[in-house]
Nanobody
């Protein structure tokens, strides 16, 4: 059974950096796209960045453009999110997710298109 396990969250000061990892294990892993979402209490999950597994094309939300970079290592079945210049507004639980069906674009943008989710990792940015 496929599983996604995130790591790399923690407490960082504003302006600092963190690198999140998401490792897939348990079965053959052939997603269409992978995404990083974040969620704060009382709000819906927000897509932060996404990447096409085969082609490598990426999407970044406007709120993180130029500061966050999504990447993947196909040989290791691992997804990454490099987060630089972190802001207190970035405090959230970050989730990785995998989509296995083609979406209208080269990545999927809606959370309902991602059936497989990790357990989440907390990122706290202090001011």
């Amino acid at each position: 059974q496929l599983q996604l396990v995130e790591s790399g969250g923690g407490l960082v000061q504003a302006g600092g950096s963190l690198r999140l990892s998401c490792a897939a294990s348990g079965d053959t892993f052939s997603p269409y796209a992978l995404g990083w979402f974040r969620q704060t209490p009382g709000k819906e999950r927000e897509l932060v960045a996404a990447i096409s597994w085969i082609g490598g094309g990426t999407y970044d939300a406007d709120s993180v453009k130029g500061r966050f970079t999504i990447s993947r290592d196909s040989a290791k079945n691992t997804l990454y999110l490099q987060m630089n210049s972190l802001e207190p507004e970035g405090t959230a639980v970050y989730y990785c997710a995998a989509s296995f069906h083609m979406c209208s674009g080269y990545v999927c943008y809606e959370s309902e298109h991602y059936p497989l989710w990790g357990q989440g990792t907390q990122v706290t940015v202090s001011s």
